[in-house]
Structures are given as structure tokens and as C-alpha cells.
């Protein structure tokens, strides 16, 4: 008769993932977990009513209507801007390919401020083509015309950077036996290239959308910061925290966070559905 032996039971490994995950935590604790919490603790300190008080007064309600609107043409112009650079820059070679692809791509490192400096050089009142404008009547500066210019500028390289890498990789051949069978350089964009971008368009439009309505540095210097003219959500948060206002700063602080978290969730679902 033989006796079955057991064999003791390993004990159970502790997953490896905790230690680097309460470490990843840890550091992003201080650096944006608790940040923003910070703005919806104070953003609600006084309760829901206060909250909708605050987001009720006419500076605030301009400033929000007006940072949606800049930032949903900025996005819109510069999907089609963006797109025909990225076209151009991926399809054609000509001298001086290299250095305007690193031109395009600048703002990504200039500091917005120095993109308001040189904007407002460029067609303030005192700038080189602002100086001829000026006597005619026609400012773009410190007008909800510069504010868009300033976002344009500072937004370009998102729209560049995610449709350009989509033609890099579409295979010649499709474009090729388009043009074969007689279509048209815009047929073949339009019914070919195209809905190979749908991705990276909406993409780049919502990374777009997403940082014009938060931009700041450069738009300081071209609105003039004008309440109920030129100022965006941004500069008014801005300009009421140094009233002393927390309680209105801190409302439209949290409507743009609410804002950005929820581009950013239909821009991980989207993608994320593509997959």
C-alpha cells in the first residue's frame, strides 16, 4: 500500500508591481495629485453655491466664453494649417527642407513669453509692419485678433507633430495608383491620403484645443489683459488672485481643469478605441 506524499504549498510571491508603483505615487503626490486637489478643496471650500456665485459674475463668464472660443478657432485653423505643413513637409523635397522643419517645430522650445515679445515687436504699435498699420486703424494687438495670432503661434508644432508622422508611414503606392487611374492631386488627397489622418487630426486638434485654453505667457503681453475685451479664463485667474479674489480665481481654475480632464478622456478613448 503506498502513501500519496504532499508537497507543501509555495507560499504565495507578493506582485512585484508594489514597490515601483507606491514609489511612482509617492512622487507624484506632491508634484500633481495633491495640486490639483488643491484647486477643487479651495475651488468648493465655501460649498456649491458659493462655487456657482463665483462662476457667476460677468468677468468670469466672459473670460471662460472667451477662452472656449479662441481656443476652438485656434484649433480649427490650425487642423488645416497644420495638415497642409505636415503635407508639404512629407511629400516634397527642396533646399532648406531641414532647416524649416526645425523652424515650424520652434515654438515647442521658445518660451511663450518671447512669442507675446515678438509678436508685439512684430505688430504692436511701435513694430515693424504694426508702425505702417497703426495710422490706418488696423491693431491686431490687444485685440481678440492677437490673442488668436499668440495662440496660433504657440499651438502650431501640435497639429505638425501628429499628422506628419501619419504621412511618413502611408505607403506611396496607394497615392501612386490614384494617379494612375487620372485622379487629381486634391482627388487623391481627399479620398486617400485624408482619411488615413482622421486620427491624427483629432488628435492634434484636442492637444491643440487643450493647450490654447490654457495658455498664458504669450497672450499676457498681446490682449493687454482688458476685462470683458481681451481677457481669457487664464489671465483672469490671474488677475484675481492678485485682488485677492481666491474664491473667484480658484472656481474658473477648476471649470478649466473639469475642461482638460475631459479632452483628455475622449482623446484616450478615441485613441484607445483605434487600437
Do not use: C
Amino acid at each position: 500500500m503506498t502513501t500519496a506524499v504532499s508537497t507543501p504549498a509555495k507560499p504565495a510571491q507578493r506582485p512585484n508591481y508594489i514597490f515601483p508603483v507606491g514609489l511612482l505615487i509617492l512622487v507624484l503626490l506632491p508634484l500633481l495629485l495633491m495640486p490639483l486637489a488643491a484647486v477643487f478643496i479651495f475651488a468648493f471650500q465655501g460649498g456649491l453655491t458659493a462655487f456657482v456665485q463665483a462662476l457667476g459674475d460677468p468677468d468670469a463668464q466672459f473670460a471662460l466664453r472667451f477662452s472656449l472660443l479662441i481656443a476652438f478657432g485656434t484649433a480649427i485653423i490650425n487642423a488645416v494649417l497644420g495638415t497642409y505643413a505636415a503635407y508639404v513637409l512629407s511629400k516634397y523635397r527642396f533646399p532648406g527642407e531641414r532647416p524649416l522643419s526645425i523652424i515650424v517645430n520652434l515654438p515647442v522650445a521658445i518660451p511663450t513669453v518671447v512669442v507675446g515679445t515678438s509678436l508685439l515687436l512684430l505688430w504692436g504699435p511701435i513694430g515693424l509692419l504694426g508702425k505702417w498699420l497703426d495710422p490706418l486703424g488696423l491693431q491686431p494687438m490687444f485685440t481678440p485678433a492677437g490673442v488668436l495670432l499668440a495662440h496660433l503661434f504657440v499651438t502650431f508644432p501640435y497639429m505638425l507633430g501628429t499628422i506628419k508622422p501619419l504621412l511618413d508611414e502611408l505607403e506611396a503606392t496607394y497615392e501612386e495608383a490614384a494617379y494612375t487611374i487620372g485622379a487629381s492631386r486634391w482627388q487623391t488627397f481627399r479620398f486617400i491620403i485624408f482619411p488615413a489622418l482622421r486620427s491624427g487630426v483629432f488628435t492634434g486638434a484636442l492637444l491643440t484645443f487643450a493647450h490654447s485654453l490654457g495658455e498664458f505667457g504669450a497672450t499676457v503681453l498681446v490682449s493687454g489683459n482688458l476685462r470683458l475685451r481681451t481677457q481669457t479664463a487664464p489671465l483672469y485667474i490671474f488677475a484675481q488672485f492678485e485682488a485677492g479674489n481666491i474664491a473667484q480665481a480658484n472656481a474658473v481654475a477648476a471649470v478649466l481643469a473639469i475642461l482638460s480632464f475631459l479632452i483628455f478622456f475622449f482623446l484616450l478613448r478615441f485613441t484607445n478605441g483605434r487600437k
